[in-house]
């Protein structure tokens, strides 16, 4: 039913995602009135009406890491490349995969022909760059490309090479991400603010009205790829006449919605409502596995956890199914797995499986005579604002008091945690999570030395700086399973497992892939 998942979830600054958790954990108590006008939204039968949790703050997907303004606008705006289902880049608006010179500096990249822009012209390489330029300006991932970028220039009128100081292996995963992305504009838009809308997808914006809905309508004139649709890539086609992405921040109003067939489709709904949506005719639930992980940090610059081995032992003491359990309610929503990326990405595996979820008491005490561990305790920095990293605490300190661990548990707001992780004096592990990416170097902030954590060994710089180095993808997923080797050993994070996220929608919506990025060309009635 679900296919693998990445993204994108837009990141706070902090390294969250506003596509987090909480929303799911939300009550979900029936509630029978709808949104104020929400009923002068219901058009023919060849609209789709879509419920979103909230407002866009704007429609520009470069102004903002927020979902939203992606979501809806990545039916108006297409990139150079994509992901497909199994999490692999592919061309979009690019012809083919980039070649890439031997030490991956330059890109040569075609652009497809006779692709039309909502304005009627043929999209070309002007286009192309002007998008990109804007891109890096404004974004964060453009930014980081920019540190980097030497030149861009135009190959004739569909050709593009970009030129690069140092090599950037995950170039085209930085463009893919839809998520504050490099969506590809026509260039006599290009402007900050944007105040047209104006792309290359099966889509064309017509309206917005704050607070009430953004209408999107098909476009008659769109260039569709020939290659078979899988997760983002391949063939697009507007089989609804028109997306009409309506504002319904209660989650459970856009659940009573879906139920009664006014939307036909509700993102982000509490997992309690999975029981009712699955047994009611009307309606089926959508479920994204994995669409995102948490994970616990560890102080490895000072304290008790600067010590490997206490946190060797820290880690072989947790029962991460337990703690997943408490914290989703249901294994319907979770997986215990030490794999840090789905079976389907070229970054998968297994390496960690002889220390992950075995709970080993005997053996963690052994470890701890050995240390002559003092009964200093472990203390676990949480917060309630996010419940189920608070249910995962409570568990992990059953855990390691069964192990011979004294705990100390400091439950704090989340700005608070925030502000004190930030302090090596002041905590040995914290709770967090992360969206899925298909990248190991955009989460967790860890395999960096600046975050929190402060994790910097010649070990992790040796696996890493090979990493780093290999452009090859087939060849950087073996490079990946010797990091991840590294992070069992040294434990400067632990990946609990994964969870998933729960839509809905009507029974007779058809066509729609369950991604993390909820797209709905080829969906229709």
């Known amino acids: 039913m679900a296919k693998p998942a990445f993204l994108n979830g837009a990141r706070t600054s902090d390294g969250f995602s506003r596509r987090d958790i909480a929303r799911l954990m ?186 009430q809905y953004v209408v999107l309508t098909r476009f008659d004139g769109y260039s569709a790829r020939s290659e078979a649709a899988s997760g983002y890539a391949g063939k697009r086609e507007a089989k609804a006449a028109e997306l009409r992405f309506i504002p319904v921040p209660n989650a459970n109003t856009r659940v009573e919605g879906t139920l009664a067939g006014q939307y036909h489709f509700a993102d982000q709904v509490p997992v309690e409502a999975f029981r009712r949506i699955s047994s009611n005719p009307a309606a089926k639930p959508i479920l994204v596995m994995p669409f995102g992980f948490p994970y616990l940090v560890t102080n490895t610059k000072q304290g008790l956890f600067a010590d490997k081995k206490i946190r060797q032992a820290f880690q072989l003491a947790l029962n991460e199914t337990e703690m997943l359990m408490a914290a989703f309610g249901d294994d319907k929503f979770f997986r215990a797995t030490p794999a840090h990326f789905p079976s389907t990405s070229p970054f998968h595996s297994m390496v960690g499986e002889k220390v992950y979820n075995k709970a080993d008491t005997a053996a963690v005490k052994k470890m701890l005579a050995e240390v002559k561990y003092d009964g200093t305790p472990v203390r676990i920095l949480n917060s309630k604002q996010y419940e189920f990293h608070h249910n995962m605490a409570l568990v992990m300190a059953e855990n390691l008091k069964a192990a011979g661990f004294k705990v100390q548990l400091d439950v704090v707001d989340w700005a608070t945690l925030v502000q004190r992780r930030a302090d090596p004096a002041l905590y040995d592990v914290y709770i967090t999570h992360s969206s899925v990416y298909p990248e190991p170097m955009l989460s967790p902030p860890q395999l960096g030395t600046a975050a929190p954590g402060w994790w910097d060994t010649p070990a992790k710089a040796a696996v890493l700086t090979a990493f780093n180095a290999e452009s090859d993808p087939v060849k ?33 919506l058809k066509g729609f892939v369950p991604m993390p990025m909820p797209s709905f060309w080829n969906v229709s009635l």
């Open 26 to 211: 939300a009550g979900a108590g029936a509630l029978s009135i709808l949104p104020a006008g929400t009923s002068a939204v219901a058009q023919s039968a060849n609209s789709l009406n879509l419920a979103m949790i909230g407002e866009p703050q704007t429609l520009d997907p470069m102004a903002s890491t927020a979902d939203l303004p992606s979501l809806i606008m990545q039916h108006v705006y297409e990139s150079l490349y994509t992901f497909d289902a199994s999490l692999n880049p592919q061309p979009m608006l690019a012809t083919t995969m980039p070649k890439v010179s031997a030490d991956g500096l330059t890109y040569e990249i075609e652009i497809r022909k006779n692709v039309k822009l909502h304005s009627g012209r043929d999209l070309d390489v002007e286009d192309v760059i002007a998008s990109l330029k804007r891109w890096i300006d404004m974004t964060p991932r453009g930014k980081s490309v920019g540190t980097v970028l030497d030149k861009m220039e135009a190959k004739g009128t569909h050709g593009l090479t970009i030129k690069l100081k140092s090599p950037v292996p995950a170039l085209v995963i930085h463009m893919a991400l839809p998520s504050g992305y490099a969506g590809i504009m026509a260039k006599e838009t290009v402007a900050n603010p944007l105040t047209t809308y104006i792309g290359t997808g099966p889509y064309k914006f017509q309206e917005r009205k704050p607070d």
């Open 476 to 508: 950087r997923g073996k490079l990946w399973a010797k990091v991840q080797e590294v992070i069992y050993d040294e434990v400067p994070y632990i990946r609990v497992g994964e969870f998933a996220a729960l839509s809905a929608s009507v029974a007779g």
